[in-house]
């Protein structure tokens, strides 16, 4: 029997870009859904991850935290589903880079701008993304007339890139430049994300119906 996969998550979370990952895999899985201000601080919770924060994987006994770790994770774990290249090879490398720089400047970038904390000129280079264009100019290169953003097919560095990009179109914090809106046109059609995105917003529907 192999490992369950557990997914701690919230419907208004980061862990939908981990219920993305987890359709595309097409394996079994169980979600259990925690609550911001309770069950993300319970002592049970918090033996999986400190930090009180999803989302969070279990798989069988591995546990794994950070949103881009899981899809790592899971790409590797379950190598059927063809979600990493073949590591050593140029798309791998364009895997990595991009998954991390997703992960890295990007999400650090975006964060400081919406809270008015970017670096200013004379400090930038004491923080990873440098400056909010230069970061924005670079994911622009990455996907500007690709299909996909390593190599040419699809991968785990797509869902949290493109979830990355489809975010920040959806709310404003990325510019609607064109590249970024063909590229996320592509990714958002795909049939795991139309799953994960009807349950995660089914579970929202209830959750504020409780309230």
Known sequence: MSAELVLYSNPRSRGRIARWLMEELGQPYRIEYLDYATTMHSPEFLRLNPMGKVPALRHGEAVVTETAAICAYLAAAFPQASLQPEPGTPAHAAYLRWLFFAAGPVEAAVTAKSLGLLAPAEKRAMVGYGDFA????????????????????????DVYVGAQIGWGLQFGSFEPRPAFSAYWAKLEARPAFQRAKALDDEAMQQQQQQQ
Not at 135 to 151: N, S, T
């Open 134 to 157: 230069s970061v924005m100019d670079a994911l622009e290169g990455a996907v500007k007339d690709r299909e996909y953003i390593a190599g040419d097919r699809f991968s785990a560095a």
